[in-house]
């Protein structure tokens, strides 16, 4: 307990207002502000991997289990991103508190509890179907990919395929994403989990 605490109080020093610190203005970009959203996912991946790998349990406690550690990393996120908006505002303050739409905020917040459900039980499924340093290492080279092909696109891509990706990064834009990808990923979360809780049922 004592070191996922200090852990949690490490990340929202070092991401919460060391780079928000760094950033000041910047912090704000939409496009930043959006992979922030995405730290839970990382952030559940290997808490849901070491919780699920062994033994069988029952239907509602793999459901609450799952839920509670969903939860846990999308509260730590959202505590991170807390802090930076007020770190900016600490150190930028110009009478009045800079920060994005509530549109934008809600949607990505959404997107961001959704997701960390699907990645929970993307995790506990390779745990239980393997184990946990094979589900660690599967989600950690998936994150990997996943980063790698966002610089490739950003750096790499023809002028026509940038102009075309940066024209969907605004935050009215950001925000319509998040809020379909929310969607489809809460329903296909709570699918996947009934499944995930019936493959770890206890007889």
Known sequence: MTRTLLTVVLLIVLFG???????????????????????PLVLVAPVAANAFAGSAESTSATVTAALRVAFFGWGVGMAIIAAGLI??????????????????LASCAFFSASAALASVVAAGLLAHLSSARVARTVL??????????????????????????????????LASIALYAGLVLVATGFVALAVFARLRRIE
């Open 17 to 39: 207002i060391g780079v928000p610190w760094v950033k000041r203005y910047d912090f704000l970009d939409p496009v930043m502000l959006a992979a922030y959203f995405c730290l």
């Open 87 to 104: 770190t900016v505002n600490a150190v930028s303050w110009h009478g009045h508190v800079l920060a994005p739409g509530v549109s934008f």
């Open 140 to 173: 950690r080279l998936v994150f990997l990919a996943i980063l790698i092909a966002l610089v490739l696109l950003v750096r790499g891509a023809s002028p026509e395929l940038s102009a075309a990706f940066w024209s969907h990064t605004t935050s009215a834009e």
